[in-house]
């Protein structure tokens, strides 16, 4: 009896396709999972809120103050650069890499600071 090649054969070569797919799917899931989560690093951000009225001089006030500390980066603005519209939202401080010491200088700072609701450590992953 002459056997057929698996490539001839519909069900063979429909399972061989299915099982190409379905790997090719999850190597496809696991490069995202590995690159992004895994291997992306250290991504915190310091967000901090300020009251309701404290408008842009105090949130500028707050860069300034707390900017220039070892292993702190202010986070540039987003959105609309009006003043008006940019005192509405939270100041937010790079603190990827940087050490306990350095990041509980930032929060002593922070506290310091008049205007200052709250803040909060957020893993910006944009």
Do not use: H
Not at 30 to 50: I, K
Not at 77 to 91: A, L, M, T
Request: charge should be neutral; proline fraction near 6%; aromatic fraction near 8%.
């Amino acid at each position: 009896m002459r056997t057929q090649a698996w490539w001839r054969d519909k069900r063979q070569r429909d399972r061989a396709l299915l099982i190409a797919f379905a790997t090719l799917a999850l190597l496809g899931i696991l490069f995202v999972a590995f690159t992004n989560y895994l291997f992306a690093g250290d991504q915190r951000v310091v967000r901090v809120t300020m009251v309701q009225d404290a408008g842009q001089p105090a949130r500028e006030a707050l860069k300034r103050a707390c900017g220039d500390l070892p292993g702190v980066t202010p986070v540039a603005d987003r959105g609309d650069p009006d003043p008006r519209i940019q005192g509405r939202f939270p100041v937010r401080f790079d603190v990827s890499d940087s050490t306990p010491a350095e990041y509980a200088a930032l929060s002593s700072c922070i506290e310091q600071q008049d205007r200052v609701l709250g803040i909060i450590t957020e893993n910006d992953g944009n």
